[in-house]
C-alpha cells in the first residue's frame, strides 16, 4: 500500500516537466532588407510545427528544393505561410490561431522556418572555400518549441527577424516594438493550400486564411493579393 503514494508523487512530478510552449510568434524582416524607393522585399516563410524527430528531415532538404514550384516537401508540410508583400514588414502567428491546435494534436515540440530569400543579396562565400552543406543553410531555422527552451522577449513572444543571410530569434523586441517597420501593419499570414496555384479572383480572406475553411469573413477584409516570388533586387 506504501507504494501508491510514491506512484502519485511520481505522476505528480512528471505532470510538472516541460512542455510544447504556445505563443505569440513575430516574424519581422530586418530594416536592412528595404530598398531606396521604401518598398520591402516580396517574399515568403513557412513555419512548420513537427515532432523533434522529424525535424532532421527538414533539415535535410535544401532551402531551394523547398521553395522549388511543385515542391512536393513543401506540398506535405503542416506549415503557416507568411506571405511579406512589400509594404508590410511584421507578421504574427497569435497563440490563440487554431494552428497551434493542429500542432498539438501532432505533439510538435519543433519549430522548422524555411525563409525564402532566394532572391536576395547574400554574402559571397569565401574563395576557395567549400560551399556549406544543408543542415547549416540559415535560411532554415530549428527550434525546439519546449517551454523551457525557446528565446522569448520580455513580452513572452518568440521573436524572428530575416536579413539577408537568414533567420534567426531576435529576443531582444527589435522585431515586435514596432520598429522594424515604418509604415506599421501586418504580412498576410495563411495556412497550406491557400490560394498556393498564384489566382488573381482570390476570395476577401482574413489575415490568417485556412486551406479549404468556409468561415465568414469581416466586411471590411480587403481581398488578399496573389502570392509572387521573391522579386529580384
Known sequence: MRLLPVLAALGI??????????????????????????????????LIGTSQGDAARWQAVPVQAYFDPGSQARAS?????????????????KKDDVTWDGWGKAHADTLVVFADLLALERPTA???????????????????LMDDKVPLDRAGRLVLLANARGIQPAPDERASNGTAGAKGGSAQTRTAGADEDGRTDAPKVSPIRR???????PENTQPAPAPRRAQER
Do not use: N, Y
Not at 508540410?77 to 502567428?93: E, Q, Y
Not at 569565401?126 to 525546439?144: F, H, I, K, M, N
Open 126 to 144: 569565401t574563395p576557395g572555400q567549400p560551399p556549406a552543406p544543408a543542415v547549416a543553410d540559415e535560411r532554415r531555422l530549428v527550434l525546439s
Open 13 to 46: 512530478l512528471a505532470g510538472c516537466g516541460p512542455k510544447p510552449w504556445r505563443g505569440d510568434v513575430v516574424v519581422s524582416l530586418d530594416p536592412g532588407l528595404r530598398g531606396a524607393d521604401g518598398r520591402w522585399p516580396v517574399l515568403e516563410m513557412d
Open 77 to 93: 508540410a503542416p506549415r503557416v505561410t507568411i506571405w511579406f508583400d512589400g509594404d508590410h514588414p511584421v507578421a504574427t502567428l
Open 211 to 217: 486551406a479549404g475553411s468556409s468561415d465568414p469573413v
